[in-house]
């Protein structure tokens, strides 16, 4: 097995800066972020057909896509709805490698997971997309828009009074009232938009709530890929909470530890 | 444009019904969810040529698998190993649909999703992997266990001590402690290891639990897949928050909501 036998017997540090151009920056943007070769000199990346970044891509219609995503949401729910009313429109207009991904498994996105309240599948749908056409981080500068685009969507779904987009046709004729979450959470999110609106899980208002916000991240997500696509676009992405904290995490501290925040172990000086 | 021209067209609930075997199933899939044909009537899959669930899968060494997923943690971090020691080696031993799929481009799942502490990556990897080979929910009564293993995979995260695998050769030659998150985010998960171990999110330490929680994660994963291809996986998720308590989320209330927990509006009776 050519892949774990790789693995296994490691590739000379000499090898990766001698070989050609893919696997040198793939290696280098690796080792930029370890910040030294070290155990990436084993590593090389997998390389399938579809491992070429960045996808092609064609610029879409903003608003013509959120109406899609929210449809979607009705079929395959949040995080599924932002990815296939993207890729579906691709798969047309470009064909590969849209054509060969398996838009419709993701619909265990939806609740934060399988129903478990964590990333709302809106933003893990976006991180999707705009990893797959930009391409992993790993791969070289050219690719680290598509990790900034993705960041980016969770502070600005953290910020923003969502629902921002009103479909044209919607299934709730009653106003769907907007919360601001502070979070990338789903359980936060409607949670907090429960709480205000006084609709249960299970009511129509709230699941036209939720196909809302899939159509206002498809909106934004499709705005930013267009920028990108025209050399415009100037990430906005401002949390880099492992660096300035020391641990992973979102910024509503005080709202889970109120005003006992934890000091993470620090690193050595 | 055929994708978008038939979700605004709609298709009637008679033509759903007398269509054939896929699409049928797709659409009693949904109904069942949903509670009624409604919306659902009007949508019907993609149908890409990945998308004909379950995909073709052998059965894999969990050991070997979670050495696997330990290495590849060097190289692509949490979420993408868990991925990748999986698809890495269905790709060399079935071959297609896992050649064209874009194994490498999930390195945005580390540190709970771009840094922002959110799910760990080793339970989305996990949840892509399950969903992918299995099938999403709506894709009929066949692929309810990719979605099953998946809300199992992060059950068991939450309540086992981890990590539970010790790889053979690893990078930290030191002792590397084991706690209980009792959730399935990434900030919860490694802040209360961090807490217990003393060690910076930038120490080596930290990096190797890290590395081991993936292969703890694709080690299960193997045996729940193994137990699936031979007949014989029976699901132990049992956490349903949105039936038991309206709301999306995770079974630690307190530790955020303290004794305040809020009550979600409840459905009409």
């Known amino acids: 097995m050519e892949f774990t036998k790789k693995l296994d017997e490691g590739m000379s540090r000499r090898s990766l800066l001698t070989g050609a151009g893919k696997l040198a920056l793939v290696t280098a943007g690796a080792a930029a972020v370890s910040g030294g070769l070290g155990f990436m000199s084993q590593a090389e990346a997998l ?23 929210y449809k979607e949401w009705y079929r395959v729910f949040c995080g599924n709805a932002v ?14 490698p849209y054509k060969s991904f ?4 993701f619909v265990f996105l939806e609740g934060g997971m399988a129903g478990w309240g964590t990333v709302c599948g809106s933003n893990a749908g ?16 050219d690719c680290e828009n598509g990790h900034q685009i993705g960041s980016e969507m ?18 709730q004729k009653t106003a769907i009232i907007q919360t601001t979450s502070n979070s ?5 999110s409607v ?27 498809a909106h934004k997500l499709v705005v930013d890929l267009n920028a990108w696509k025209d050399g415009k676009y100037e990430s906005k992405a401002t949390w880099t909470p492992g660096k300035t904290f020391g641990i992973t995490g979102q910024q509503n501290c005080n709202e889970c530890h109120g005003s006992n925040i934890p000091t993470p172990p620090q690193a050595k000086k």
């Open 83 to 96: 990815i296939s009313s993207i890729f579906g429109q691709l798969r047309e207009k470009v064909g590969e």
């Open 102 to 105: 398996p838009i419709d498994g």
């Open 47 to 69: 390389g399938g057909p579809t491992e070429k970044w960045p996808w092609p891509y064609v610029k879409l219609d903003p608003d013509f896509t959120a109406e899609l995503a």
């Open 126 to 141: 976006a991180n999707i997309v705009s990893n797959l056409i930009i391409g992993p981080r790993i791969a070289g500068p």
């Open 154 to 171: 969770m502070q600005w779904y953290s910020e923003t009074a969502l629902p921002t987009f009103t479909p044209k046709e919607p299934k």
């Open 184 to 188: 990338p959470l789903c359980h936060v």
């Open 191 to 217: 949670g907090k938009w429960m709480d205000k609106a006084g609709f249960a899980l299970a009511s129509a208002e709230r699941k036209d709530r939720c196909a809302r916000v899939a159509a206002s991240v």
